[in-house]
């Protein structure tokens, strides 16, 4: 069975940092792209950053280049998202999404394996 867990959400001032953790099981983790995945109260869904697990490649988002890390640890089977001067309208539920590696980029309708989600409040 495919599963991806996130956790790491919460309440964080605007300047703080989160880490974001997803965790995954049920297919080769080598073989896909994961993705991180944020969506605000009354927003659509928005892509924040992928890493391609095989070949290590990363990709961000505009609005997170240079604040925001994608990273994995494949001893954990692990993607993590470290989140850094977080401002107000980060805040949404972040959630991690899994398509395989002939895939590539942002667009939620190419990802076939979702988790659940994790909530990120950034105060003012």
């Known amino acids: 069975e495919v599963q991806l867990v996130e956790s790491g959400g919460g309440l964080v001032q605007t300047g703080g940092s989160l880490r974001l953790s997803c965790v995954v099981s049920?297919?080769?983790?080598?073989?896909?792209?994961i993705g991180w995945f944020r969506q605000a109260p009354g927003k659509g869904r928005e892509g924040v950053s992928c890493i391609n697990s095989r070949d290590n490649s990363k990709y961000y988002a505009d609005s997170v280049k240079g604040r925001f890390t994608i990273s994995r640890d494949n001893t954990k089977i692990t993607v993590y998202l470290h989140m850094n001067s977080l401002k107000p309208e980060d805040t949404a539920v972040y959630s991690c999404?899994?398509?395989?590696?002939?895939?590539?980029?942002?667009?939620?309708?190419?990802?076939?394996?979702w988790g659940q989600g994790t909530p990120v409040t950034v105060s003012s």
């Open positions: 049920g297919f080769p983790f080598d073989d896909y792209v």
């Open positions: 999404a899994a398509v395989h590696n002939t895939g590539w980029g942002l667009d939620p309708r190419s990802y076939a394996y």
